[in-house]
């Protein structure tokens, strides 16, 4: 019961995405598993300090990545903190528990003369499909946007004489985001082309499918995922790759790292900062190619 009082919390109040409520959802039911198999405890309300310390010892010993245990501590944190809160228990079973170290790992990203290649020397073709696929790598690479927010971009959105881009990021929060002119004018093709091939369509949303619907995930991850094989052999290369390479790139150019901040929708400035592990990365092999002693 207060397991369902929790994730509507986390909906309707504190206004998480659909998939966050999920992910706490996961977490929490495959906590509630373990407490009754291991424990015979079937309400969490009910599990102490111990039990959720031989929950988080069976995932690091089954494997789990400290980020990942992490995040299900935090999921078991945020919960407990919830009932403690609302009266529902005496007690916080959390406040001891201590999350093991994470070992960050450098964000990938596609290399400057490789985005130029695959924007200056490729074709994409000038159809409504190659227009469109341009304009989303071109979207991911010049904002920095995430994945859920290119889908959810409506037409009113866009703002070409602002030059802007309205966004809606995590919990709810738009944001504004500045675009150069030379993007602009890519926008515009699209524009033009879109509303002469598609002018009945119902909807609001700014990016479609070739029969005129909304985007979806899978859809979009597939056309990134091709163009950035055809000139990349990085491991993933996903929609989120070109949000790294963004802030990266700006970075190396000298942008503030509070703006990149801004630009990226993230909560604090640590979430940022780990951009900044490439920038020095790169600083290194510079000084050890300059320097005559290196």
């Known amino acids: 019961m207060y397991k369902d009082l929790f994730l509507k919390y986390l909906q309707f109040e504190k206004?998480?995405?659909?998939?966050?409520?999920?992910?706490?959802?996961?977490?929490?039911?495959?906590?509630?598993?373990?407490?009754?198999?291991?424990?015979?405890?079937?309400?969490?309300?009910?599990?102490?300090?111990?039990?959720i310390r031989y929950w988080i010892v069976s995932l690091m010993e089954n494997?789990?990545?400290?980020?990942?245990?992490?995040r299900k501590i935090s999921t078991l944190k945020t919960f407990y903190k919830f009932l403690h809160l609302q009266g529902?228990?005496?007690?916080?079973?959390?406040?001891r528990v201590v999350s093991p170290k994470i070992n960050k790992k450098?964000?990938?990203?596609?290399?400057?003369?490789?985005?130029?290649?695959?924007l200056d020397d490729f074709s994409f073709g000038n159809n409504f499909t190659g227009i469109r696929n341009r304009t989303i790598i071109e979207s991911f690479y010049n904002t920095g946007i995430r994945l859920s927010e290119l889908i959810g971009?409506?037409?009113?959105?866009?703002?070409?004489?602002?030059?802007?881009?309205?966004?809606?990021?995590?919990?709810?929060?738009?944001r504004i985001i500045p675009i150069h002119s030379s993007f602009g004018k890519i926008l515009k093709s699209y524009i033009q082309l879109k509303n002469t091939e598609f002018n009945n369509i119902e909807h609001d949303y700014f990016f479609i499918t070739d029969k005129g619907e909304k985007l979806y995930e899978k859809f979009v991850y597939?056309?990134?995922?091709?163009?950035?094989?055809m000139v990349t052999t990085i491991e993933k290369k996903s929609p989120h790759i070109l949000r790294h390479t963004f802030a990266t790139h700006m970075l190396n150019h000298g942008a503030d790292l509070n703006a990149i901040k801004e630009?990226?929708?993230?909560?604090?400035?640590?979430?940022t900062q780990?951009?900044?592990?490439?920038?020095?990365?790169?600083?290194?092999?510079?000084?050890?190619?300059?320097?005559?002693?290196a």
Do not use: W
């Open 15 to 51: 206004r998480f995405s659909i998939n966050t409520v999920k992910s706490y959802s996961n977490d929490l039911n495959q906590f509630c598993l373990f407490i009754e198999n291991q424990f015979k405890i079937s309400e969490p309300e009910k599990a102490d300090e111990k039990n």
């Open 63 to 70: 494997g789990f990545s400290s980020l990942s245990v992490n």
């Open 88 to 95: 529902y228990t005496q007690s916080n079973p959390m406040d």
């Open 106 to 118: 450098i964000p990938l990203f596609v290399e400057e003369k490789q985005i130029a290649l695959l």
């Open 153 to 174: 971009i409506k037409n009113k959105d866009i703002d070409l004489y602002n030059n802007t881009i309205k966004v809606l990021g995590k919990r709810q929060k738009e």
């Open 222 to 229: 597939r056309i990134v995922n091709k163009y950035l094989s």
């Open 263 to 271: 630009l990226l929708g993230h909560a604090n400035l640590s979430a």
């Open 274 to 293: 780990v951009y900044t592990h490439n920038t020095f990365e790169k600083l290194k092999t510079i000084y050890k190619q300059a320097h005559p002693r």
